[in-house]
Each structure stands twice: as C-alpha cells, then as structure tokens.
C-alpha cells in the first residue's frame, strides 16, 4: 500500500470538502469568524484581495458610465414594504432596528431605551432607497439613463453561515440604473451581466454559464434576473453574479417619473445588479487544492513572494541585498513582489506562500547570490515548474509566467466545468444521475421543470434549476446542487 502524500490542508478536499475549504481561509489567513455569529473578520490578506477586485471592477463600470455613490445602511420599514413582492422576499432574512439610545437597566446592565417611531431594516439591498433618491434626481427624459453603484456592506440574517459563501453582514457592490426605456433597460441588464462574466472569466480565471434565472429563482420584484453559474469542485453551482430587469415595478413604488419627449410623465424602467465577497469563496473552491489556495495572479495580493535562504550574518546580508534588488525591479515592472525578510524558518516561510496561494514563489540562497541566479517555482503546478535562470532572465519573463498562470488557472477550470455536464432527456434521467453519486450539472429541456415529478426529485436531492442558459436560447435548464 503507497504511503499517503503529505499535504498542507487536512481534511483534504476528497475526505470533507466543506472543512477543506474551512482551513483553506484559515491556513491563507484571509478570514476568521467574529464574535457576531453569523458575521466574519476579513484579515489584511484576504482584505487585499478584495480591494484587487473592487479595483479591477470600478474599473470597469466606471468604463461602462456607471459613477460610485454613497446611500445610507438604515432603511425606513415603510420603504421596503412599498414593493410587496421584495418586501416578501427578503422578510425573513431582515434585520430590523426598533429603539435607539441605552439606559441602565435594574440589574445595572444596559437596556433598550427610546422605541423608534418607525422601525429600520439594516439594509439587505438599496433598490427602495435609491428608487427615492432617483425620484427626487429624475426630472426630465434628459437626466436619464442614471447609472449608480455603491460599494457598501448589507446584511441578510442567515441560519447557516459559510464564511465569504453566506454571512449575515458581507462586502458587495450593488448598480442601480434607471432608464427612459424598456429597450434600455432590457440591454443594460444584459450589458451588465456581460461585465460580470468578462471580470469573472478573465480576472479571476473562474469559468461561468450565462443564462436567465427560471420564475421560481427570479430576483423580488424583478421582471427578469439573468445570472452567471460557475461550478466548484465539489460539482455544486455558486450563483457568481445576478443583474435584474425590473421594469417599472420599483419607479410606480418609489415614485421615478420624468417628463417624457412628447412632453407626458411617465416611469422609469429600472434596473439593479451585484456581485459579492462570496466570489472570493468561489475562488476557493474552483481553484484550491491539498496544500491551500491558488490566487489568479491579476488578483492576487502578491505575484511573487521571495523567499531568501539565511545561514550566518555575513552570508545573510548579501543574500538579503540581492533579494532587495530583485523586489525592487520586479515592482519597477508593475508586478507585486513581496519580501518575506521575516526570522521565520525557511521551510515555514515557503509553506506559508504556498497556502496563501502566491501565484510565484523566488527561493535566493548563498549560491544565487554568487551565480546570479534564482530559483522560481509556480503555485498551481508546484515542484514541477521548479527551475533556476538568471536575475535579467527572470525580470523579463515574470510577466509572460504569472500571464500563463493565468490563462492554465482558466483552462483547468473550464475543463473541468466542460466535463461535469451531463445530458438528460427527463426527470427520471436526472433522478437516475444523482442517486447514483453523479456530481455536477445536468442539462435537459426545460419541460423537464413542469414535470409533476420534479418537485419531488429536486427536493429529494436538493437540486434547483440554476438557469436557461443563452447558449441554449432558453431551451434547456441546468440543474444541480448548489450553495
């Protein structure tokens, strides 16, 4: 019997894939629960990667004529119960504010005081309160279209927290466009889910199905929801983004109307659009593996972490230098190096970029110093791609190597999606597939959905329709497990 590799992460991702993915955070150090059940601490380094992302994003928004703006995190009840079918939707998962100030209490802790006239819902989405604003801003067709976004945090009470997958209080970035026509509007949701794809298939190498959530899965409120799937490696879908069409129902709710051209008044068509922190969860899980996380290097915190090899004071001075040189042209070239000049043991210092998933770890001993050379070994296919070559050499191609990390991370991923899913031709396909430990998708027609057997089997086995996919004209479903 061969003996077991050793790996970093223990359970690895085949003995418990939801503890793997646990120690994975803990082991990046990009995460920690709070003292808030429900509720995460986001440590520095998982911190940078989101600050990469946000940036990246803004970016391309801002590209598209979207302009950041700030709206408040209490919303007035009365607000939220203005649009009953997102007041319904989101009832059981509000958090809701009822008194304000604190007094002591008779056993001299500190109680409730004042009650508030009107209770506020901690926001869990902005659509009413920005619909509010909007109808005070739009005025004539010539203000229109109004594209806004805003980075905040929003809650959402969950039963059952996943750090970065589901917490009660997580990071996100909410767009809210407003629109002189339906025609508009239906092109921006499509515009918008465009972006999300672009930025989850090239930025963060994670591979995703295009399509329109079914009635049952739809946004409340929202007339149409198209979202982007990707596929873990566990075979389970993560919704990644979502952009909504809701046509007038918020603009007659929150008052958004403008004088037409014709010089009529008339209602905006309204769309709103998200993706979250739980992306970086998505990232875990499609790119992971036994030893932590892999980081798609136009994200990641650092591209190259350098590693200097220290034996006595002399000898570590030079060492030290060398590797200093070395950051410094690395950053002239807009890469992100990081020295780890840390008294950390060598052994610890390279497991540690290994499990934080650096794109590109530099090793520099005694040796290099006197050869001009290093050692660079990549993250996503390890000691394989161990190799030495010449500072200048390493400079110049640094580049060329994280853009091939790059473009392998995305490959690998949609290999892997590509192959797990499987066609079916009914609902007793589909049964037959889970019941016999079949992980990933399924693809079938969508009359497979208003088959009265359906319900059963997707609740025997926890499946959901995850969307109609537009390669498919919204003739087939994609069905499976999800988080």
């Known amino acids: 019997m061969s003996k077991k590799a050793k790996t ?115 926001r869990p989405t902005s659509e009413t309160i920005i619909g509010d604003a909007m109808s005070r801003w739009v005025q004539s067709y010539r203000d229109l279209p109004m594209k806004l976004n805003q980075w905040c945090n929003v809650m959402r009470w969950e039963m059952r927290p996943r750090m970065f997958l589901r917490t009660s209080e997580f990071l996100w970035q909410e767009g809210h466009n407003a629109f002189e026509t339906e025609e508009g509007a239906r092109e921006d949701t499509h515009k918008m889910l465009d972006a999300y794809a672009d930025f989850a298939e090239n930025y963060l190498a994670l591979p995703v199905i295009k399509g329109e959530k079914t009635d049952d899965e739809r946004f409340p409120g929202a007339d149409m929801t198209l979202t982007i799937e990707a596929m873990m490696q566990d075979g389970k879908a993560l919704q990644a983004g979502t952009s909504h069409y809701l046509g007038q129902n918020f603009s007659k709710s929150c008052g958004i109307k403008f004088q037409g051209r014709e010089g009529g008044e008339e209602f905006a068509y309204t769309t709103s659009w998200g993706i979250s922190t739980r992306l970086v969860g998505a990232m875990i899980m499609a790119h992971g593996d036994d030893d932590g996380m892999i980081m798609p290097p136009k994200v990641a915190p650092h591209h190259v972490v350098i590693i200097p090899i220290l034996k006595d004071d002399q000898d570590s001075a030079a060492v030290l230098d060398y590797a200093e040189k070395l950051a410094a042209r ?118 497979i959905l208003s088959d009265a057997a359906f319900e059963k089997v997707a609740k025997e086995h926890s499946l959901t329709a995850r969307c109609l996919p537009f390669e498919d004209k919204g003739n087939k479903v994609i069905i499976g497990k999800s988080y």
Request: aromatic letters at 8%.
């Open 330 to 447: 690395l950053k002239e070239q807009g890469i992100r190096a990081h020295l780890d000049a840390s008294d950390e043991r060598t052994p610890n210092k390279m497991w540690g970029a290994i499990k934080k998933g650096v794109p590109l770890r530099v090793e520099i001993g005694g040796r290099e110093v006197e050869e001009g050379t290093l050692t660079h070994v990549r993250r996503d296919i390890g000691r394989d791609s161990k190799a030495s070559c010449s500072v200048d050499e390493f400079v110049n191609g640094a580049q060329g190597i994280l853009d091939q990390i790059q473009a392998d991370m995305f490959a690998r991923a949609q290999k892997s999606l590509e192959s797990r899913i499987h066609d079916v031709s009914n609902v007793g396909d589909v049964e037959s597939f889970y019941k016999d430990g079949g992980v990933g998708f399924v693809k079938g027609s969508a009359d």
């Open 8 to 122: 970093a992460i223990t359970p690895t991702r085949e003995e418990n894939f939801p503890d793997w993915y646990q120690e994975v955070i803990k082991a990046a150090d990009m995460a920690e629960n709070s003292p808030v059940r429900g509720c995460m601490i986001i440590k520095p380094y998982g911190y940078a990667l989101w600050e990469n992302m946000q940036s990246v994003f803004d970016g391309m928004i801002k590209a598209l004529g979207v302009q950041n703006a700030y709206f408040p995190l209490l919303i007035p009840l009365s607000f939220i119960s203005r649009e009953a079918e997102h007041v319904e939707g989101f009832a059981k998962e509000c958090a809701v504010v009822t008194h304000h100030r604190l007094e002591a209490g008779k056993d001299g802790g500190l109680v409730p005081a004042a009650p508030l006239e009107e209770p506020l819902v901690i």
